[in-house]
């Protein structure tokens, strides 16, 4: 019956939101306003299906406390790093009258808040009181006028996993409102509909002495007129209001540098939306822009690795390679676990060719991230530039396992199959299925697909096929490397040379190259 299936939904929702650990608060607060006319009736009816809903929860409940118990890196649990259970819940009464607020009127809103433990005991207790004032509010409303109490029970116990005492690592975030709001608006509605309703009945006890049923049909025209009047003042108030906050959001979410500017600007402390803000400006190339924000949000934030990381992007681009290297050094100290530091001074060290210092920062990055798909593929380059094509073949495989679409990395591996020395790893069947896709998928526009195409061809025993797609790839190439590579094959190719163990050519930037693809190089990223 209905029952049997509430407890089975009950299960289903626990396979995707922490919120089921409140399906039984809510299904018998909802019980009650809704269904059963007493708590006694309730509780003969249907007690079972509200201990079954109690044994999911519980089971959740269960499921979940090895999150609760996490270590000091952990996002959320009693041992969040920096946050104890008494300093999340004293903060939460200034949060959910924050969220409130903005439930009315939406304005500042803000990604990321970053908002601080409460300290002060006007915050923690002022607003602790009006919070324990509405729990009680609730309470009140659920023995006397159940279907209210209802909505108070369903904005608590729906917050209640992300605001109580469970400590999360962000004190504050907008989009946990997205489920409460629902009964808050409920409430406005149900609280206008209250007072037109009072309205209604002034307006007929204001009306003079005569005919009972002239006043009451003169005093229900007058108060149409009135509640028609000021229901569209009202609407159009909150449409053109709220439309206009909507629009202007809009914009914001549709620019990434507006919306961390904003973020800045609601919480100057705080180093994250800083750290985006720069990733941005490094993104649009104002470098010196970038660094001039980065040494401001290191002088409020400077054991940030990510910060360090991004900075240090900054002055790479800025062409100051010392100091792009103390930031990133700064970065690994700050947080060792942070793969993108490792990662951004390993491409500090292969653009300055120092390809060994570069392979063990790249291995210090798979060691803390093994699906760093980048850092895979930035191996792999470095190891084959020091000639141990093996491994570099073993890294390529490695980073296409995780992502079969980088292209370059395709091309790599491709180019090692067809031309290595060594006759156990050279495989040129395996190189020509890779690569000769790749090659119509772009038309035959890349110079540095077709150069392998061609190689790939070579070793197949087709010269003559090998010698018209280099031909080709000499016509579209515009880097003297590659040039100079094409002829040495060309030359291969029409003699009937062996090509095995060509010096690799790293194609350049996306802004050069023709019809270039992502991962062209391991060159720092910002992260």
Known sequence: GGGGLAIRSGGRARQTKVFAIGVPVLALAL?????????????????????GLAVVAGLLLYESRSAFAAGPASSAGFSTQGLTPWMYLRSQPAVLVHYLRLCFWPDPLCLDYGWPVSVSPASIYGWGAVIVGLLAATAYALYRAPRLGFLGVAFFTILAPTSSFVPIADLAFEHRMYLPLAPV????????????????????????????????????????????????????????????????????????????????????????????YIARLIAKGDVDGAIREGNEALRLGPHAAELHSQVGLAYLKKG???????????????????????????????????????????????????????????????????GETREAVTCYRRALQIDPSLVVVSTRLADLLATARDASIRSPAEALRIVEPLARRTNGRNPYILDTWAAALAANGK??????????????????????????????????????????????????AVDATPNAAPEARGH
Not at 34 to 49: D, K, S
């Open 31 to 51: 019980d009650r306003a809704f269904f059963a006319p007493t708590w006694g009736a309730l509780g003969r009816r249907r007690w079972w299906m509200h201990a």
């Open 185 to 276: 608006a409920a409430l406005a509605v149900l609280a206008g509909h209250s007072v037109m309703e009072r309205f209604r009945r002034r307006t007929v006890a204001d009306q003079p002495a005569g005919s009972a049923s002239i006043i009451t049909a003169d005093a229900e025209r007058i108060f149409a007129r009135r509640a028609m009047l000021v229901s569209m003042a009202l609407a159009v108030a909150m449409v053109g209001g709220l439309g206009y906050r909507t629009l202007t959001r809009n914009g914001e979410l549709s620019d990434p540098e507006l919306l961390w500017r904003q973020c800045i600007a609601v919480n100057p402390t705080h180093v994250r939306p800083r750290t985006h």
């Open 320 to 386: 100051l390679e010392a100091d792009a290297e103390r930031c990133f050094r700064a970065a690994t100290e700050a947080d060792p676990t942070f793969p993108f530091s490792w990662f951004n001074w390993a491409g500090l060290h292969f653009k300055q060719s120092r390809h060994a210092e570069a392979s063990r920062l790249y291995r210090r990055a798979l060691a803390v991230h093994p699906q760093h798909v980048e850092s895979w593929s930035g191996l792999g380059w470095s190891l084959e530039l020091l």
């Open 463 to 512: 010269r003559g096929d090998a010698v018209r797609i280099a031909e080709a790839a000499m016509k579209l190439a515009r880097d003297n490397a590659l040039r100079s590579r094409l002829e040495t094959r060309l030359a291969a190719y029409r003699n009937g040379e062996p090509i095995q163990g060509a010096q690799p050519v790293i194609p350049p930037g996306p802004e050069d």
